[in-house]
């Protein structure tokens, strides 16, 4: 890019960022999306448990009635819209009290509401599964395709996805096999709600004196909640930026020993005992709808379509980054025998981020604690507003919501810029609080939809985060890491915010969980950018200072000398989940443990003696056999992020910006994913620029 461009594209993001960001009125912008034909929904909240519970019985008497109906049609009285578009109306209507209630679950500061939410999800889950068993509404579909009907688009995927997902569920067995995988599916939702519940709910505090701390920012343990006595600091292994602090900073190895065996052993008195349960159920229900293992099960509707590829995906990384990993084990290993004079010394579990990081600081003069400085968060909100805003072609205002959970609670209205049609909305709760989730995510409140008399359902969604909050005398000072995290999911509420899937399943995050990730991967590419960082990141003392090339060439450098541990570490989480789903049955369920510590031993560090990593591995629910997908995602999101670094304006170029908005976001699911990425990218997809980016040898 010529200089004078270059340096026009700065000064025109410098101002966007100094700008804030303006407000709107909620009525005018519902008026508004009349005009294009289209509806904003803000959702009404249950704020008590008998609201909860409410819910839930209007919910599965509204199902009940508009399944009955579907189910009570006469062969003549058949077609496509009162069969297959009925029924992903009535999924619909279900999902927007299943999504609300879920959020709910996760960030409602009363604990009665969370406990009444999970009882509701529950029982929401089971009676949601005895959709899939409704003999009339199967016979009134089955009724439709036998018609052979001449569909395509959207319209045929919504045909051919609905019939094969009565097929999984068994609805072609026999009666009596048939309401056997019923009962085992209802069983199965109240376990795996559970459990995830109880790693939301999982805490442990650990008290540390000053001297134990030695090494932890003193920032850090200024704010306010850890310094709890004279010399007292409270930590909870459960919050995620306290955990890292601690791996990351503290000289001693028994305080980072002692954090990683409480974080390791969160939830396990209670899941263990219910993952037991999970495994094999998901196993039994599998073998009886005639699929080898639950993977291969999961696995069917996903882009690697089953186990066998998944594993050898995994299996193919793990050797090509032997050698690299080899090479940062030994670098590490020689950074604790000079640290600790102990020429015998043993890398651990618990030593492994304290040594990349000492690693970063020694040999790249990269401190990242030190960059937090350029990370104000606010800052750093307004900076990837600006970016998005440009590359995807939008407008971005604050609105005041009419309802909030918590006091910081941000409402963002989301327009297109250049027709002013909107878009959608965005919520943003960003810092933790004692009963609310405890890691990162989006999750989506209202889908994207074409509603029965034409117009379209604009979606609403919300980031569920946990940065450090701001203190009294500074801001939330985020580390270049969490940069990354927050432009990963506000990635997933662009997806969501950005569909026009017709079809409720196909719209926004619905596309096979194995690509799902891809999108919001391939946006961590921007804080790497030094372009993109100058268009935001400023030390919050004095804006005009900016991170300095060479620093953030050395934190490239950095990242890619330890990027083989951490690499390693994602394919042990992804191997250990298909090792339960292939490997365990009724027969070996006491097994469990052992055998997902040994998978993740023999793949990464081996994990603390006594410990249950897995109880506290949410993943294992909603990823159930399918966390290989962060890293098959991760290779996509590597070639996608290619257009943008060969594109006249990088990545803040207005053309590949609006084709992944036209070929990604804006087409969701509705469209099978191989041909969404091609589209994109105007080629089929390499796996060669993911291992040019870890640095693993080829895989061929």
């Keep these: ?5 270059t ?26 999306a009349a005009q294009f034909h289209s509806v904003i929904t803000i959702p009404t909240f249950e704020t008590t448990p008998g609201e909860v519970a409410a819910t839930i019985t209007r919910t599965i008497a509204n199902g009940n009635a508009a399944l009955d109906k579907l189910g009570a049609l006469k062969t003549n009285q058949i077609n496509f819209t009162n069969t297959f578009i009925a029924l992903d109306r009535i999924d619909y209507q279900i999902a927007l009290s299943a999504n609300r209630l879920s959020l709910i679950e996760v960030t409602s500061t009363n604990a009665a509401v969370r406990d009444a939410a999970t009882e509701a999800i529950k029982q929401l ?69 559970d459990f995830e519940n109880n790693v939301t709910k999982a805490t442990n505090s650990l008290v540390f004196t000053k001297a134990e701390l030695e090494g932890v920012p003193e920032d850090f343990l200024a704010q306010q909640g850890i310094k709890t006595g004279d010399d007292k600091y409270t930590l909870k292994a459960n919050i995620t930026f306290h955990y890292l602090m601690v791996e990351d900073n503290a000289k001693r190895e028994d305080t980072r020993r002692r954090m990683a065996i409480a974080q390791c052993n969160l939830a396990r008195k209670v899941n263990i005992p219910l993952l037991q349960k999970i495994i094999v159920l998901r ?60 020429t015998n010394a043993v890398v651990n579990y618990w030593d492994w981020r304290y040594y990349a990081n000492m690693l970063k600081k020694t040999k790249y003069n990269v401190d990242a604690e030190q960059l937090r400085v350029y990370f104000p968060y606010q800052r750093v909100l ?12 939008l407008k971005f205002e604050r609105v005041n919501p009419p309802y909030k ?25 960003m810092f933790p609080r004692d009963g609310k989730y405890n890691h990162f995510a989006e999750f989506g409140i209202i889908e994207g939809k074409q509603l029965p008399d034409g117009t379209y359902q604009r979606p609403v969604c919300s980031l569920v985060c946990n940065f450090p909050p701001p203190q009294p005398d500074k801001p939330s000072l985020l580390s270049h890491d969490e940069v990354e995290t927050v432009f990963h999911e506000f990635g997933h509420a662009m997806h969501t915010i950005l569909t026009r899937a017709k079809y409720s399943r196909f719209s926004g995050t619905s596309v096979p969980q194995d690509f799902v990730e891809a999108p919001s991967q391939m946006l961590e590419n921007w804080p790497w950018d030094k372009k993109v960082l100058d268009s935001f990141a400023a030390d919050y003392r004095d804006p005009k200072k900016k991170i300095p090339q060479e620093i953030l060439s050395q934190l490239k450098a950095s990242r890619l000398a330890t990027y083989a541990t951490y690499y390693r570490r994602q394919l042990s989480f992804g191997l250990m989940d298909l090792a339960l789903h292939t490997q365990i049955h009724a027969t070996n369920a006491d097994e469990i443990l052992p055998h997902s510590n ?3 031993s023999d793949v990464s560090f081996p994990v603390p003696p006594d410990t249950a990593f897995v109880a506290y591995f949410g993943h294992i629910i909603g990823y159930a056999a399918s966390y290989y997908g962060y890293a098959w995602a991760d290779a996509i999101a590597a070639d996608m992020a290619t257009k943008f670094e060969n594109a ?17 976001y804006q087409v969701g699911g509705s469209r099978d994913a191989e041909v969404s990425i091609e589209k994109f990218l105007g080629r089929p997809r390499s796996i060669e620029p993911f291992l040019k980016r870890i640095g693993a040898t080829s895989t061929k």
């Design 1 to 5: 890019m010529p200089f004078k461009t």
């Design 7 to 32: 340096l026009l594209l700065l000064m025109s993001f410098v101002s966007l960022v100094g700008a804030q960001i303006k407000t709107a009125d909620l009525a005018a912008f519902q008026e508004r």
């Design 125 to 193: 889950s089971e009676w949601s599964v005895g959709i899939d068993y409704r003999e009339d509404v199967y016979r009134a579909l089955k009724a439709f395709a036998a018609t052979q009907p001449a569909l395509s688009g959207e319209d045929k995927k919504l045909f051919d996805d609905t019939m094969r997902d009565y097929r999984r569920a068994g609805l072609d067995l026999p009666k009596a096999e048939r309401d056997e995988v019923e009962r085992l599916r209802k069983e199965l939702t109240g376990l795996e709600t």
């Design 283 to 342: 196993d039994e229900i599998a073998h009886r709808l005639g699929y080898a293992s639950f993977a291969d099960y999961a696995i069917e509707t996903r882009m690697a379509k089953n186990s066998a590829t998944a594993i050898s995906f995994l299996e193919s990384l793990k050797k090509g980054l032997q050698p690299k990993y080899d090479r940062e084990l030994a670098e590490f290993r020689e950074l604790k025998i000079k640290d600790t004079g102990d």
């Design 382 to 393: 307004n900076g990837m507003f600006a970016i998005y805003q440009r590359i995807f072609g």
């Design 405 to 429: 959970w918590v006091d910081n609670l941000q409402l963002y209205a989301v327009s297109d810029a250049k027709t002013g049609e909107p878009m959608g909305m965005f919520y943003l709760d």
């Design 598 to 600: 040994k998978v993740l």
């Design 648 to 664: 006249p304006d990088g990545f803040f170029d207005r053309t590949i910006g609006m084709r992944m908005r036209t070929e990604i």
